[in-house]
């Protein structure tokens, strides 16, 4: 591939494979704890999105420790599957997914709890399992949410700098993503090619929180006139 190119190429690779690990795993821990109060969710939910404050250096370094072959998970992946994350893509998977799983998270909370409860408890009347009633009530009522924190999660992990510099670091043509090749270009003085980079993210930035906007008033407008989730005649999906 392109020299010029490979940075936007891993750069979408490492966004599609840690959007998807965020989207299953954020709406999965939300969904569970949505709805429930227990001793200790609120520290739990304070760990969940901690990424969002973190210096990228103090995250970056946590990760180190975490995944490095040395570290209890990175030992742990070694032995069992061969794979080490420092100085490796993988590890800008890790960096970047920790970091854009706040946002798939707190939107997921939104959307499971702006369910209607009365809804999938009519489906459950109807007979229906919990699964059934999670895959063609639930979900489809939470979906519009849960898809604007999936393209918030990718353009998260798309700019993500810090965290990955320090655990996958910057090896050409094997670990520089464009935050990275932009950081280096600038360095070694090559700001044409840090124009180019500079653009495509900028670029696909103004795209993404331009969709989103534009998204979010129109949900808004729908709830107003009575066709959002949980709003008066508001319509269940056939189950």
């Not at 795993?25 to 973190?54: N, Q, W």
């Not at 464009?178 to 090559?190: D, H, K, M, P, S």
């Not at 407008?221 to 949980?230: I, Q, T």
């Amino acid at each position: 591939m392109n020299e010029l190119f490979w940075p936007l190429w891993l750069s979408i690779r490492v966004s599609l494979v840690a959007t998807a690990i965020v989207a299953v795993t954020g709406s999965a821990v939300a969904y569970l704890l949505a709805r429930r109060r227990f001793p200790g969710k609120d520290i739990l939910e304070t760990l969940f999105i901690l990424p969002m404050v973190l210096p990228p250096t103090v995250l970056g370094f946590i990760l180190l420790t975490l995944f490095s072959k040395n570290g209890p998970l990175g030992r742990w992946f070694y032995e069992l599957f061969g794979v080490e994350f420092v100085f490796n893509w993988l590890g800008a998977v890790v960096a970047s997914s920790v970091v854009a799983f706040p946002l798939m998270y707190q939107n997921a909370v939104a959307a499971f709890s702006g369910v209607d409860k009365k809804l999938e408890l009519a489906a459950r009347t109807l007979g229906k399992s919990p699964w059934t009633v999670f895959w063609t009530v639930t979900l489809p009522l939470a979906w519009p949410t849960l898809l604007a924190g999936i393209v918030l999660s990718f353009a998260r992990a798309l700019g993500e700098f810090g965290a990955t510099l320090m655990l996958a670091g910057y090896i050409p043509g094997k670990t520089d993503t464009l935050t990275l090749a932009i950081y280096f270009a600038v360095a070694n003085g090559e700001n044409d090619r840090a124009l180019i980079y500079t653009l495509i993210v900028f670029a696909f930035g103004m795209t993404v929180m331009y969709w989103f906007l534009a998204f979010s008033r129109r949900r808004v407008l729908r709830y107003r006139l009575g066709d959002g989730a949980g709003a008066p005649g508001a319509r269940a999906r056939p189950f």
